[in-house]
């Protein structure tokens, strides 16, 4: 069912000082800077072969990401998998008992692409996002 890493999600308290980090440390500039506001996040978004990461500041201390930062500090928030059959899926997972978020189990990423995202409660405690590609 998976295809490749199609991006996996960072939290950290300051995007701006963690893109400083990695351009001092590794010599890599991010793809591009965003500013989610509706969604309540910045992110600076690299792409390392097919597979884009995100170093992701939220906004919002009281949102789901912002409590995740609280609680658990700066780190791996989600890995998304590259899949086919998005809409197909979907129904799979939800037929298997998955909780899934989104209209009929499918959202919109703030970059325009679909995903499936599947509660953590329903998988075990780790947040599984599967993304069209």
Known sequence: ??????HVRF?????????EYIQNTFG????RLEVYEQRGMKNAIYKVGP?????TEPLDPDSAMGKFLDQQGP????????????????Q???????????????SQSADGYST????????LGLAFQLAEG
């Open 1 to 6: 069912m998976f295809n490749f890493v199609h």
């Open 11 to 19: 939290l950290v308290h300051d995007r701006d000082a963690m893109v």
């Open 28 to 31: 890599m500039k991010p793809d």
């Open 51 to 55: 597979t884009s990461f995100e170093i």
């Open 75 to 90: 780190g791996v928030y989600h890995l998304a998998w590259g899949i086919d059959n998005l809409q197909q899926v979907a």
């Open 92 to 106: 799979d997972l939800a037929a298997n008992g998955a909780n899934l978020r989104g209209e009929g189990g499918i």
């Open 116 to 123: 499936i995202n599947i509660d953590r409660e329903s998988s």
